[in-house]
């Protein structure tokens, strides 16, 4: 538990200083050369406690490029949410396209070996994915995992998404798996959501119990209250607020009244309340959007492209409830990840290679982090890209 340990390296230091200053006048020789190893003992210690929590500090609560409350999580959450503990189903939803599908086993694996609770994945594909997945999660270490395989059928985006004509092959479907959460997963009152290209390092179940605000359907990760921003943010433009998503010269943007230097969120791992999803119809709301993208384009054309993440900042403006940052530590898949340190990686309760660099790929950052949950493909034909494909064959 890295809050726990963080919580005691802090009160470490007061605990120790009294001890060296006290026990020098010895006059022995002997023990004063026992009491001066016991003392550097001490002082490195304390040194390396002191260093690891100055050094999630720096991390932590860097004050951020708005000027917002820095926000410093780790004093604020004393107790873990994981002691509320039962058997009830844990439902998380996951979307996994077949070029990509090892992303989507690594992901579960991670989630499924963390946790002592009920989960149960609810996996999200297209009919042609659904052999080649069965497969993948009978013929390995995975056959015990509960899941279930739901079929995305891509027609019911006719109409609310443009394919780019520039580009074949633009509109993926299943990133829009997340608007249809209650028909997912219709008996669930809360469910968790997560993008394919994630892992878990710690139980699932503290990040289910977030509490979400009467009123609200979801909770996500604001891209400015957080750490992993601060390191990313720096020459992102404006990507961590609404105007980097919404095309602001448009009336209908401009109609919303939503302030542009609004925070935005990364919608790449959420918790939905589907009893408030549905009686805000925010699924209608979404697609709205959606169509309305279509006929006047009103998401911003400067950024990546995201054409998921607008409809969902404008239907939760203001309207949602926060997760632990250190639930969705992001941005691992862009040149950003790469600065942090390897404590802050281990830390972390969710990774997330949001980006172009894949832990799949090539060029990954913490590679070797993903890989720990990777199971191999045994129809192999998924295969992770290394520099020595011969290290990976022999395994
Ligand atoms: C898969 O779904 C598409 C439409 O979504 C359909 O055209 C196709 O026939 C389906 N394929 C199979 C194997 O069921
Ligand atoms: C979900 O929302 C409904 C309707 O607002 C509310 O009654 C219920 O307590 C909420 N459940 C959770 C787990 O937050
Ligand atoms: C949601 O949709 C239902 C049925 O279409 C409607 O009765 C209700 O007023 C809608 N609720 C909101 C908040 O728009």
């Given amino acids: 538990d890295p809050s726990a340990r963080t919580l005691r390296a802090a009160g470490a230091g007061p605990f120790l200083q009294p ?15 026992l009491v001066a190893a016991v003392v550097i003992f001490l002082l490195v210690l304390h040194h390396n406690f002191l260093g690891l929590s100055d050094l999630l500090k720096r991390e932590l609560t860097d004050s951020n490029p708005l000027g917002l409350q820095p926000i410093d999580f780790i004093p604020a959450a004393p107790q873990r949410l994981t002691d509320e503990r ?17 992303g989507a086993i690594a992901a579960m694996n991670s989630i499924y070996r963390n946790t002592r609770s009920n989960v149960v994945f609810y ?31 891509p027609r019911v ?7 780019d004509p520039q580009k074949a092959d633009s509109i993926k479907p299943l990133t829009f798996a997340r608007f249809y959460l209650p028909s997912l997963v219709p008996h669930a009152e809360k469910a968790i ?17 977030t509490p979400l605000k009467p009123g609200h359907a979801a909770a996500f990760s604001d891209d400015c209250d957080s750490t992993t921003n601060k390191v990313a943010v720096r020459g992102a433009g404006n ?20 302030k542009a230097n609004t925070c935005s969120f990364n919608p790449g791992v959420f918790v939905a309340n589907l009893t408030e999803w549905k009686l805000q119809n925010i699924t209608k709301q979404l697609e709205k959007w959606m169509t309305l993208n279509v006929a006047e384009e009103l998401y911003s054309r400067t950024l990546a492209g995201s054409i998921t993440t607008p409809p969902l900042l404008i239907v939760f ?22 600065r942090y340190s390897p404590q802050f990686v281990k830390a972390a309760k969710l990774l997330h290679w949001n980006g ?21 493909d045994p129809t192999g034909k998924f295969s992770l890209i290394r520099r020595h494909p011969e290290a990976y064959e022999a395994k």
């Fill in 157 to 163: 985006l006719e109409g609310k998404v443009q394919a």
């Fill in 123 to 153: 996996i999200v594909t297209l009919n042609d994915t659904v052999d080649h997945l069965r497969l993948w999660l009978t013929n390995t270490a995975l056959k015990n995992l509960r899941y279930q395989i739901l079929n995305f059928d």
């Fill in 193 to 209: 959501y997560v993008d394919d290209d994630i892992i878990v390092q710690d139980d699932i179940l503290e990040l289910y119990n």
């Fill in 86 to 102: 039962n058997d009830k189903e844990i439902s998380v939803v996951i979307a996994a396209s077949d070029e990509r599908l090892g």
């Fill in 356 to 376: 172009h660099f894949k832990p799949w790929g090539r060029t990954a950052s913490y590679a070797e982090v993903w890989e720990k949950w990777y199971v191999p």
């Fill in 317 to 338: 403006y203001k309207q949602h409830s926060s997760i632990d940052p250190l639930w969705n530590v992001r941005h691992l898949g862009s040149n950003a990840g790469k």
């Fill in 19 to 33: 001890f060296p200053s006290s026990l020098c006048f010895e006059s022995s020789v002997n023990v004063s050369i």
């Fill in 239 to 258: 990507q961590y607020n609404y105007i980097g998503f919404l095309d602001y010269k448009k009336e209908t943007i401009r109609k919303l009244a939503m």
